[in-house]
């Protein structure tokens, strides 16, 4: 694995060393001053520093590249944007925003192609976008549409997953019976550092690792499980040094840096296309909003909390070195506004004009062949709702 | 029954089980078997005895030793394709896993409109009768009958279970097959050599009478029988229902039953609030309660955890007397 140059941590398992780790920084405790501290450690991986500058210009990859990113992680962000209005206007649903963690989704889901598995949880709206989910489908979900439920048959992504690191040991099956199948496609599942405290993170990352599996794990540490700090959630803030108890490389790199994501990313899916098993990401990066639309962060963290990262705002950062490369100018970030806006619009359209659910659809897509019960109820219902 | 049967094997109802895993991996390169110890050693009862010998390390594997994680994993294998049949130790064992069956297990195919389905078999042994150690005797079948999207058997019979786990392996959506632990190696009985299937659904008559009704399955059916033959010497009609599956449930069958005797007796080793006997009384009340002589009586286990005290073993699980009892209670009512 690459690695920044001053990394202190272990390049494999074999060379993990059993003594304890000296206490790290984390790079939630206290925003600006102990992110820069951290990354003064070398504990995060990086690309492009919040200003922009180069910090890694051998690792850049080339700017049509950089710039496909810069254009996805704005069409992400646009829709986390309109979905704040849409949601204020009652045209969705309870919606959990992703702004500001934009580079930690895209950088990663944009690695895969659709013959590999994403497995997104409620947070991960944004990956499911740069995957390749259709917006039209993708707002029917957090509008409570059946139509956001079917997935596309081109795609192998699931549903939004609700319950927390359930998704976990699924992408492990799913890898495991890709390569079953004699297949090289591997399988990405998203966790938060809240999740990571979950059973199901454990057992998932030990079955990867003793089955071999194709699995890329991100681990979103954006510093909060809706109000409890990652400093809260465990004494071993850097959750990428989980990876060295289960034998599986792991990485640790700045989420707000989307080359640093989807260097790390890229990498971490060709290791497992080549069969040389799962890798764990953590992604340095930050809640900025709150955990839904419904709820209000005054309650549990201040300003001082949320110092220093509106400085490190993934899209200004690549913006800024985009411009200052020449790889974009003034009218062309322009035109990709209006263009971004008049898909978006035209996706909110379509999705409009999905019909509502009738009531017996609630008993649908059970079973194949509905049971004597479930046929019974479907008649209740229909005499009693219509049809 | 559908098959394709040419001759009769006497076995042991783990040595229909066994074979009907093998016939299984077989007939389907999709199948495949996995849990703790079910690969190298053939299982703890040898359930999947000689079947990685003779499939392969790919096909029957086992797996680190966490429930949760096993059942996890099948849900993502029968997502991409594959039949995965999992194996969890004692159903005493499968709470880790819970959270997966309840979350996800009968939810695929309703959260996806049937983008996705889970073809996918969990095989638990369950139940006491033979002085397992603490807590591997439960009877967890109610909560999985209670989860929406999974359907649930429990054979009682070599034959039954041949036949009931290739359907259940063929079948498009989740089951759980729970294995009477008891019935594993003390029941001989004929089973067709070769393929066949019993649909999930359809309850067995057991044997016939006219007077009282006994619904029963899995582990107490021969329980059922015995205090059946009792009745019978006494000149008590007793009809054996043995359910067979609790989803789909063949009310008809049991219907049908009680309509005709009027008195109805259910019996399971389960602790007693809540558990499934409670909704076959419902369905009979809700459906048939014009025809009752009688009110429906439960033989269950208790409100306390499964006793691991081998002498008293028997006072929770239903025995033959109390269930006779139970007879001559709806007949004298």
Known sequence: MTRSRTSKKASSPAASSAAPDPALPDPHAAGAAAYAQADAQGELFQLIAPDGTVTHPELLPDPATRLALYRQMRRVRHFDERAWVLYRTGRMGVFPPYGGMEASQVGTAAALTPQDWLFPTYRDTGAALAYGLPIPQTLAYWRTSPHGWAMPQNLKILPFYIPIATQYPHAVGAALAEARQGTRNVAMAFIGDGGSSEGDFHEALNFAGALNASCVFILQNNGWAISVPTRAQTKATNLSRRADGYGIPGVRVDGNDVLATWHVTREAVERARRGEGPTLIETVTYRIKPHTLADDPSRYRTDADNAGWDAKDPVTRLRAHLLAGGHLTEEEDAQLTREIEAEFEAALAEADAFPEPTPAEILDHVFAEPTPQLARQRAQILAEEGA | MTATVTALRTMTMVAAINDALALALERDPAVHIFGEDVGVMGGVFRATDGLQARFGAARVFDTPLAEAGIVGMGIGMGLAGLKPVAEIQFAGFLYPALDQVLSHLGRYRHRTRSRYHLPMVVRAPYGGGVHTPEQHADSPEAILAHTPGVKVVIPSTPRDAKGLLLAAIEDPDPVFFFEAIKLYRSVKEEVPEGHYTIPLGQARVVTQGDDVTVITYGGMVEVAQKAAAAAQAHGIGVEVIDLRTLVPLDTETLLAS????????????????????????????????????????????FDAPYPPFTSVEDVYRPHPVRVARAIRQVMNY
């Open chain 2, 258 to 301: 009680v309509q005709k005797t009027g008195r109805a007796v259910i019996v399971t080793e389960a602790p007693r609030t809540g558990g499934f006997h409670s909704e076959i009384s419902a369905v009979i009340a809700e459906e048939a309660i014009e025809f009752l002589r009688a009110p429906v009586v439960r033989v269950t286990g």
